[in-house]
Each structure stands twice: as C-alpha cells, then as structure tokens.
T-cell receptor, first 107, second 123 residues
Framework: DIQMTQSPSSLSASIGDRVTITCQAS??????LNWYQQKPGKAPKLLIH???TLEPGVPSRFCGTGSGTDFTFTISSLQPEDVATYYC?????????FGGGTKVEIK | QVQLRESGPGLVEPSQTLSLTCTVS??????????WSWIRQSPEKGLEWIAY?????????NSSLKSRCTISVDPSNNQFSLRLTSVTAADTAIYYC???FGSGANTDWFDFWGQGTLVTVSS
C-alpha cells in the first residue's frame, strides 16, 4: 500500500497568514492526489482533485501544487472558517489511502 | 443536491457482522455515472477507504480487509450496503458512505459524503 505522510500534524497561525501543508507519497502517484477539509463533527469535504484542480465553490485562497511524491496545500490568507483538519489522498491505485491529517488552528 | 444517508446498528458484538446501508437521494445509482463507496474513520487508523461499487455490481474492497468485506447495490431502491464479518474492536469507527466522482479510471475522489454513523464493536 502507498503511505501518505503529511506534515506538520498540527499548526497554529494568525488570521491572514499563509499556511502550507505538505504531503509525501511513499511512491510516485503522478498527479493523482486529492485534498479534503474536515471540520469537527462533519464529513470530509473535497477541496482539490488532481493535485491542482479546485472544486466548484471552493475559495481561491486554497491552492494545491506538486506531482510525483511531493505535494503542497496552501491557504494564502487564513480565515476563521478555515479551522479544520486537512487530509491528502492518492488515487493512483487500490487501495486508496489517506494522509494522517493536519489540524489547523487560529493563534 | 445529492444526499447520502447511512443507516444501521450503532453497536455490534465482537465476531458478529456489521451491516450498513446507504440511501442516496438527488441522484440515481442506476444512471451509471458514478461509483458508490464506503469509507471509515477512527482515531487509530484515520481515514480508511473500505470499498466501492458500480450500479451493475462491479466492486472492489480494500485488500487489508481480505475476505471480510462485501459491498452490494440495490439500484431499484437507490441504496448500497456494506457487510463486514468477524468484527473486532479495531472495526470501531465512524462509517461514511460517499459518491466517487465519475465512472472512468482514475477518478477516485469523493465529492459527496453522508454525515457518518458511529459503529462501536463491543460486548
């Protein structure tokens, strides 16, 4: 199975800060990488698929980059409603696997 | 708007079978436009993809679950179901049903999710 490693596991930042999360795959997943946002008590919400493609309605402050084994998820200007845990997920082969999550809080 | 709703027992005894059903509204499983999936989440294992199924019964289960996993579909009732046999405490989790975007290869992202249902394995 492909292992997805996210870092950091948690972070605290101020409103308006740029926030960056990384996701590393244990082998090449090309651009087959998704990002989800999960707020407490809710199901995950798809933000980005194909490493870079923003879902309709998702604010443009969210951005994904990368390919191969190294990916980055960025919030360009952190907002209060962005408090959540963020997960990456590959889909190059079965089984699909997720990263361990990055919890984002407001400082 | 597509909605998914999980239903089933919240408590299952060890060694018994976990059975859950997902009812879909706002979309038709029999359209063949999407696959339908189960995903679970626990503090120990995080998010874990379990299985998905197409309207015609074509399916795939996570190999880590070996032969314990069975997924089925009932297009006439717009439902799909999960059975997990020989459960242990390690199967305690929130179980989500979700829609897998698209029907083609390499479209494995989940764009609509149910609210989730907590299943506890305990005697």
């Amino acid at each position: 199975d492909i292992q997805m490693t996210q870092s950091p596991s948690s972070l605290s930042a101020s409103i308006g800060d740029r926030v960056t999360i990384t996701c590393q795959a244990s082998q090449d997943v090309r651009w087959y990488l998704n990002w989800y946002q999960q707020k407490p008590g809710k199901a995950p919400k798809l933000l980005i698929h194909g490493a870079i493609t923003l879902e309709p309605g998702v604010p443009s402050r969210f951005c994904g980059t990368g390919s191969g084994t190294d990916f980055t998820f960025t919030i360009s200007s952190l907002q209060p409603e962005d408090v959540a845990t963020y997960y990456c997920q590959h889909y190059i082969e079965l089984p699909l696997t997720f990263g361990g999550g990055t919890k984002v809080e407001i400082k | 708007q597509v909605q998914l709703r999980e239903s089933g027992p919240g408590l299952v005894e060890p060694s018994q079978t976990l059975s859950l059903t997902c009812t879909v509204s706002g979309d038709s499983i029999s359209s063949g436009a999407f696959w339908w999936s189960w995903i679970r989440q626990s503090p120990e294992k995080g998010l874990e993809w379990i299985a998905y199924i197409y309207y015609n019964g074509r399916s795939a289960c996570n190999s880590s679950l070996k032969s314990r996993c069975t997924i089925s579909v009932d297009p006439s009732n717009n439902q799909f179901s999960l059975r997990l046999t020989s459960v242990t405490a390690a199967d305690t989790a929130i179980y989500y049903c979700a829609r897998r975007f698209g029907s083609g290869a390499n479209t494995d992202w989940f764009d609509f999710w149910g609210q989730g249902t907590l299943v506890t394995v305990s005697s």
